[in-house]
């Protein structure tokens, strides 16, 4: 009889203490929620001392027997982790071994380089830099589709995507242009297709379009004011080309020398569009393109009050009066370069 209390007291307690070790908390105690990185090259002693090291476990034995029974030593999956407080080492070790990832954000904007774009785009996953720039860079693998080294910046639209830590480089990239051919629904297409322009053409329109003004309610002004240099076979003289050209994005006065630069993104020099964009347009200064004021303007130019709106002509010698406010505006400003 006695024999029989002691087993089932004995019984109770492994059962008690089995059931700790599944299903307890050990996970974050008395700590707010983290997420936690494993690496590629993480194995299972990396990520049981990763976690001890951050005090995410509270039992290191415990945490490692529920690791062994259910065979995550030898399954361990690289990635972005959710570890909610008191989390029981069952419920850590499922979603571990499961490779139940949490989405990480990627945002890009303000973009000129494609190396800016590699940079901003691979941030906050597992991604080299120099791996996402090389697909950037390989005519080859890029012709798949429709782009090449000048004009491949066009498939990107800047915005915030959501994406797994272990995405690879043509992973991403293959996201990208999916989402720029959502983008480019058969509305848009329409419209484009009613300018005579292909989506390439329309966005590196839309670079330039970007680059001259950084108020929002202007662009479809100037939009139409180089359609219309388009039509008429006018080369498009935008300044910010000529910057792009020169690669020196210190300059806030652009001089006649700069307009002698030997480059196929000079605007002076030559007519039509240049080979790429010269930024990451946004969708907002590409609809200004595809929705674009309808004038007779063909010249444009900086407000004096540098308020950053411009004087719009639709003649050269009211367009000259325009450039001398500004000019005037610029030396009273010490603004020679």
């Known amino acids: 009889m006695l024999g029989m209390v002691v087993f089932s007291v ?18 974050l105690l008395d700590q707010q929620d983290q997420t936690i990185i494993i690496q590629k090259e993480d194995d299972f002693d990396d990520v049981r001392n990763k976690f001890y090291d951050a005090n995410i476990i509270n039992d290191v034995i415990s ?11 030898d399954l361990v999956k690289p990635g972005v982790y959710q570890l909610n407080s008191g989390m029981s080492n069952l419920a850590a070790v499922r979603m571990l071994r499961a490779g139940n990832q949490k989405p990480v954000r ?8 494609k190396f800016e774009l590699a940079q901003k785009i691979t941030e906050n996953t597992g991604i080299e830099t120099s791996e996402f720039e090389s697909l950037l860079e390989n005519n080859d693998f890029l012709s798949q589709f429709g782009v090449n080294t000048e004009n491949v910046m066009t498939l990107f639209l800047p915005n915030t995507y959501e994406v797994y830590w272990t995405i690879t480089a043509k992973e991403l990239f293959a ?13 848009r297409l329409s419209k484009a297709k009613g300018l005579e322009m292909t989506p390439i053409e329309v966005s590196i329109l839309a670079s330039i379009v970007q680059a001259e003004s950084i108020k929002d309610d202007e662009r479809p002004t100037i939009a139409g004011l180089y359609l219309n240099r388009l039509k008429k ?3 498009l003289q935008a300044d910010p080309t000529l910057v792009y050209a020169l690669g020196d994005f210190t300059i806030q006065r652009v001089l006649n020398e700069f307009k002698r630069v030997q480059s196929p993104y000079n605007t002076y020099m030559n007519r039509g569009l240049p080979p790429g964009p010269i930024n990451l347009p946004t969708i907002s200064s590409i609809d200004a393109v595809l929705n674009h004021e309808v004038h007779d303007y063909i010249y ?3 407000k004096e009050d540098f308020s950053g709106y411009h004087r719009f002509a639709k003649t050269l010698v009211e367009h000259n009066k325009n450039a001398a406010l500004f000019q005037k505006a ?3 400003r010490r603004i020679y370069r």
Not at 178 to 183: L, V
């Open 175 to 187: 996201k990208m242009v999916a989402e720029h051919q959502k983008y480019w629904n058969a509305d």
């Open 106 to 113: 990627i945002t890009f904007n303000n973009v000129r380089l």
């Open 300 to 302: 444009m130019c900086a």
């Open 233 to 235: 076979n006018i080369a």
């Open 10 to 27: 004995l019984l109770t307690s492994f059962s008690f203490y089995f059931y700790q070790v599944f299903y307890g908390a050990n996970i």
């Open 330 to 332: 610029l030396n009273e």
């Open 63 to 73: 945490f490692s027997f529920v690791s062994k029974v259910l065979g995550y030593q």
